[in-house]
Structure formats: C-alpha cells, structure tokens
C-alpha cells in the first residue's frame, strides 16, 4: 500500500489519482481519506478538548532548532510527534522532544470516541551549577530541569544528587567529546547518588532530571572537585559521610613500589586504585578473611597523578578512616648476586635487572615458604612472560632472551602461602 499526507493552502475540490507502480499492473483498490485540522498550541501553554469520532486529533508546534518540551495529557494518549515537513517521527528521552531543526511539529492524540482530554506542553528548566555550590529545587509534576556544569580537566569531579520525595529519572549529556571521560565510582543509597568522574579536558555537562510523577518532587544538587592531596609517605585522615566516596591524589614515578591501604573502625572499607589516564588497576575489598582493610602493592608502570578512590563496602557505613603510603625503591639484580625478597598474596616482590641487547639469562625464583610464580616486563614495552613453579617444590626456573638494551622489572607473585623468596638470575653461555 501506499501513504500519502499533503496540507492544503486553501478550501476547494481536490483530485486524486491512482495508477500501478511504474505505469504496470491493475485490478481494484481501496482508498481511505483521513481529514483533521490541527490545533495550534505554543509552548508551555495547555489545550482542553473532545476527541471526534475518529479518536484521535493533531496539534501543531511551532519550534526553533533544538527546543524542548514535554508533553503531558491527561484523559486520552500521546501516540506520536512528528516533523510535519519531513514527516519524520521523533524518538523521547525522559519524556521529553528535541526538535533537530525549525519547523512545524504534530502532536498525535487518541483515546476514546468523545474522550475529554488535556495537554499541556511543558519547557524544561534549565539551571546552572557552579562547583561546589549547592542548587535547589521542587520539580513540578512531570516536569524536567536541565542543570549545566562544567567539569575540570584532569581533576575527579563528584556529582552528589539528593533528593527526599518521587524517585527522578537521571541521564547525563555530555556537550561535546571526550573519548577518555572515564567514571571512576558511584555510590547509592536512601535517595542519594554520588558518582565521580574524570574528563581528559574540560567538559560541558548536562545532567537531565524528570519527574516522572504528578506529585512535586524537591532536589538538591552539588558539584564537587573531590581531589585530595595525599602525603608523601604516611597517614592522611579524612571523613567519610554515609553513601559517600574518598578521593585522594599522589604523584608517584615509573618503577616505584607503593602500598597503598585503607584503614577504618566504623565501617568495612573498600579502595579503587585508579592510574593517571583513567584505567582502574585494581578494586579491592578485605585484606584477607581475617583483616577488613584493603590492601594493595604494586610497582607503577608509568609515572603521573595516582588516584586512591574509598568507600564502604554496599555503601552502608561512614565515619573516620585513613589512607596510608608506604613507597620504596625497587632492588636491582645483579649477575650472581641473589636477592631476598618478601612475598604474600596480594603482597609481590620487585627487582630490576639490566641486560644487553640479544642476552640470555637464566632466572630462578625458590621458596619454602610459598608457591611462587615469576613474570618479567620490559620497561619499555609489553610483559615478556610469566612463568610458574613445576614439580614437587614449586620452584621456578626460565631462561630469556633480551630483545633490547635496557632496563627489565621482575615480578615474584606467591600463588599461595607467604614468607621469603630467593631470586637469583645466572648469565647464559
């Protein structure tokens, strides 16, 4: 079949004709007209009417490129809005219509023959909230506010939404490009909603609210740059609040060795270790089945701001806690000169070992204490391998070649058990 919907400039008899698709075929046909005057209406007003026998009527639209609204009816349906020049339909986001360019728009509405009904077009409101200032509001019923903000570059921005009556529906926009924005935790609880973020460079954002409801909803809204410095080396102090998030900072260098932990009394805490582009190194609980406080040590790969992110753990507790950093230098390996290194679960050891280009070298790792696992990372490229121990005892034993001159970081992982390790590495013949 096929649809055809044309707008007359003036009264008079129209003609319509029908032919078969590219002058072929024939045999019979129906035809049907449908006929309706849409009712004007401008936005944020509202239309009372009677639905005809057909069930259903238009109302038109006049909107500039990228207006929105939202429409609300009450006794009857909204079953379409269209761009009545490319008679193209558009798709909702929260209940609400963005128009991709100037033009007349149709509202379709339907319901029962004679069905009384009400619509109202509703502009969203549109806020602006600057950093660390609170923004309030009551939401109307089904309306929509648009609060703007403009996050840092580089720095971890936490969004902390509140709100105490109808639940709101949520989407964040963001006003440009950013193929690094990265969301670093989030944190709900009792009609609260805190999630941080990290934009690679300054970013525009627009985070949408809706009250999907006919009952006033009140909200209020802050946007906080939660970085906080910690020291050197030592304890920081901080305060968690319920349903809340912990951001600290630290600049560590490439083949440093940090401890990083979370110590707490009044809640079970949790840690992300997030690196300086973004990427989460590690998310930890408990320590182990008998210590609650996270625990994480690791060699860093590359150098930059290091972000520790606390919370606790189902979002469920609060109170004092603090963050500790333990750093030390990597040991270097020489040639006959075993090392003795400290080893756990969780807990690895470290040693650098320089080579010539095209050097074969023999590695051993031994314990008694533990089963324990070598890998081996060019500090300048990709990890060369990981091997584990065989046999009774567990030991590891490899040979390698260096593919360039340099500066090589071995890893000592303990598969299980914890106590000390002998690494030794042997020049090949």
């Not at 032919?19 to 007003?45: M, T």
């Not at 609400?96 to 009384?116: C, D, F």
């Not at 979370?262 to 590690?282: I, K, Q, S, W, Y």
Request: aromatic share 8%.
């Amino acid at each position: 079949g096929s649809y055809l919907q044309v707008r007359l400039d003036r009264a008079g008899k129209v003609q319509f004709r029908v032919r078969g698709f590219q002058g072929a075929g024939g045999g019979r046909y129906a035809l049907s007209l449908e006929r309706y005057v849409a009712v004007p209406l401008g936005l944020g007003a509202a239309l009372s009417g009677e639905l005809p026998r057909e069930r259903w009527c238009h109302v038109r639209l006049q909107l500039e490129q990228g207006e929105r609204f939202v429409p609300v009816v009450d006794g009857a349906q909204l079953t379409a809005v269209e761009h009545f020049a490319a008679q193209q339909a558009l798709g909702e986001n929260l209940g609400a219509y963005t128009a991709p360019q100037a033009g007349e728009y149709h509202l379709r509405i339907e319901g029962g023959e004679r069905a009384r009904f009400t619509l109202r077009t509703l502009r969203p409101g549109v806020r602006r909230a600057e950093a660390g200032v609170l923004v309030g509001a009551n939401l109307e019923p089904f309306g929509l506010d648009l609060v703007r903000l403009r996050l840092p570059a580089g720095a971890a921005s936490l969004l902390d939404l509140g709100q105490w009556g109808p639940e709101l529906q949520t989407w964040h926009r963001l006003l440009g490009e950013d193929p690094q924005w990265r969301e670093l935790g989030s944190a709900q609880k009792g009609g609260r909603s805190r999630r941080l973020f990290l934009p690679a460079r300054d970013l525009e954002l627009e985070l949408w609210l809706r009250n999907p409801g006919g009952q006033p909803a009140p909200y209020e809204f802050r946007h906080v740059v939660l970085d906080t410095p910690l020291g050197a080396d030592g304890a920081t102090a901080a305060m968690l609040p319920l349903c809340g998030l912990g951001c600290h900072v630290l600049q560590a260098e490439e083949g440093e060795v940090l401890t990083v932990r979370v110590l707490a009394t009044t809640f079970d805490a949790g840690m992300v270790v997030v690196a300086p582009n973004g990427e989460t190194l590690a998310c930890l609980g408990d320590a182990g089945p008998l210590e609650r406080d996270p625990e994480l040590t690791f060699c860093v790969p590359f150098p930059g701001t290091w972000r520790v992110v606390a919370y606790a753990e189902s979002h469920t507790g609060s109170g004092e806690y603090r963050v500790e950093v333990a750093r030390r230098a990597v040991p270097q390996l020489g040639f006959d000169r075993p090392l003795q290194l400290e080893v756990a679960p969780g807990r690895d050891g470290y040693a650098k070992l320089q080579l010539a280009a095209g050097q074969e070298v023999w590695l051993s790792a031994r314990s008694r204490d533990c089963d324990v696992a070598l890998s081996v990372d060019d500090d300048c490229g990709p990890r060369l391998g990981t091997w584990e121990g065989g046999g009774v005892d567990g030991n590891v034993l490899c040979a390698m070649r260096a593919q360039r001159a340099g500066t090589y970081t071995l890893f000592v992982h303990s598969r299980a058990g914890a106590g000390r390790c002998t690494l030794s590495a042997r020049a090949g013949e």
